[in-house]
C-alpha cells in the first residue's frame, strides 16, 4: 500500500496550493479519504474528509471555505486544494485511505506559508 503526497511548499500569506496524493496496492474508491496536518509542537488534526462517491464532503473550521477536498477514482488520487494560505496552516500535510478495516497513511508534505 502507498499513499504518496506532493504540491507541498513554501508560499506567501494569501497564496495557494493543491496537494496531491496517489495511491496504490489497494482499491481505492472504497475507502473515504482525507487530509491532517500536524503543526509543529502541535496534535495531528483532521482537515477535510470525502467519501468513496463524493458525495460528502466535511471541513475543520479552520479551513471552511478556504480548501477544498476532491477525489479521482479513476487516477487513484486525493487532492487538497488551499486558497488563502494562512501562517497557521502551516503544518506537515497527510492523506489518510480508511475503511472499515484498514487504515493507510501517508508519509507527509511539508506546507509553510510565510512572508
Known amino acids: 500500500m502507498l499513499l504518496e503526497e506532493s504540491g507541498g511548499g513554501l508560499v506567501q500569506p494569501g497564496e495557494s496550493l493543491t496537494l496531491s496524493c496517489v495511491t496504490s496496492?489497494?482499491?481505492?474508491?472504497?475507502?473515504?479519504m482525507s487530509w491532517h496536518r500536524q503543526a509543529p509542537g502541535k496534535e495531528r488534526e483532521l482537515v477535510a474528509t470525502?467519501?468513496?462517491?463524493?458525495?460528502?464532503?466535511t471541513y475543520a473550521d479552520s479551513v471552511k471555505g478556504r480548501f477544498t477536498i476532491s477525489r479521482d477514482n479513476a487516477k487513484k488520487t486525493v487532492y487538497l486544494r488551499m486558497n488563502s494560505l494562512k501562517p497557521e496552516d502551516t503544518a506537515v500535510y497527510y492523506c489518510?485511505?480508511?475503511?472499515?478495516?484498514?487504515?493507510?497513511w501517508g508519509k507527509g508534505t511539508q506546507v509553510t506559508v510565510s512572508s
Open positions: 496496492g489497494f482499491t481505492f474508491s472504497n475507502y473515504h
Open positions: 470525502i467519501t468513496t462517491d463524493e458525495t460528502l464532503t
Open positions: 489518510l485511505a480508511n475503511s472499515y478495516a484498514h487504515s493507510y
